[in-house]
């Protein structure tokens, strides 16, 4: 019997915008309305990005602080999990910056990459510095893994104490650069971090574009979890925008339900993952 599927809803992220995506939800206000849409709909996490008033993508504390207060607001059971991957070229300080705030949960992301046409810089340094951190603020990190080597990684700092239980991984696939969203690739990463005795770590996936569905049912299927929303994807079908980020949960929670997989809230998110709160 499968546990209960955590969905993760990726409201706003680094990249998307407006002009491409009329529904992206970017200052507090709104991301607070897209996020107690979405865990109505069935997300337990919301990975927070925040944007100034104009739409740039930002790292200040303060603006965290505004949105997570305005997503308490209207969603107060919602487990908020931070950024600290931020946008493509901002520095490792603003990156770390918002741990301060202690979050229950923030992104790690665990290697360089390409990343479409930039370069995702994640120093070993700066890995083990945002790690460390985490762990001095008590924030669970959410294991950002784009390609096998950076699931190797965590192997290592697993090993040399950096990293410690319980884990919860992310697969994101898709990023030009990184693995696609081939059903083999997850079904390889899973076996990767099975035979490397990760049986009780949690993993999820994130599918970009149009691998967000079908990578969401392999992984409610194979037992795992599943992101969706617009930072990864905006659209519903083929060519038809999604008019928010709550109906791309509402699918995936549907799905899980006719599979016979429930679907967990927070509540039940919070104990699967360990996180004491
Ligand atoms: N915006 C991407 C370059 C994360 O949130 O930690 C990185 C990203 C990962 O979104
Ligand atoms: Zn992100």
């Known amino acids: 019997m499968s546990l209960p599927l ?41 990975h927070l990005h925040v944007r100034e008033d104009d739409g740039r993508p930002s790292q200040r504390p303060e603006r965290f602080e505004e949105s997570i207060r305005a997503i308490r607001e209207r969603a107060p059971g919602a487990i908020i999990q931070i950024s600290t991957g931020g946008a493509i070229g901002e520095s490792i ?10 979050p229950e949960m923030a992104s790690l992301n665990l290697g360089t990459m390409n990343f479409g046409d930039d370069v995702f810089f994640n120093h070993p340094r700066d890995i083990v510095g945002l790690a460390s ?18 699931l190797e990684s965590a192997f ?19 990023v030009p650069g990184g693995m696609s969203g081939e059903p083999r690739n997850l079904a390889h990463l899973v076996s990767l971090l099975e035979s490397r005795g990760g049986g009780k770590a949690h993993w999820g996936v ?29 659209f519903y079908n083929k060519g038809e925008l999604a008019q928010s980020n709550a109906q791309l949960v509402e699918r995936v929670a549907r799905i899980a339900r006719e599979l016979g997989r429930e679907v967990a809230t927070p509540e039940v998110a919070r104990k699967l993952l360990g996180l004491a709160r």
Do not use: W
């Open 156 to 174: 290592r700092l697993a090993k040399q104490g950096i990293l410690r239980e319980p884990f919860h991984f992310q697969f994101v696939l898709g």
């Open 6 to 46: 955590i969905i993760t809803c990726a409201i706003t992220g680094a990249e998307t915008t407006r002009e491409k995506q009329p529904h992206l939800p970017v200052t507090p206000r709104e991301q607070a309305e897209a996020a107690a849409e979405a865990v109505a709909a069935g997300a337990s996490v919301i």
């Open 133 to 150: 951190r985490m762990h001095q603020h008590g924030v669970m990190p959410e294991l950002e893994v784009y390609e096998a080597g950076m």
């Open 206 to 234: 994130a599918g970009v574009g149009r691998y967000q569905l079908p990578l969401a049912v392999q992984a409610t299927i194979m037992g795992g979890h599943a992101r969706v929303g617009f930072e990864d994807n905006i």
């Open 93 to 102: 300080e603003n990156r770390a910056r918002p741990l301060a705030l202690k």
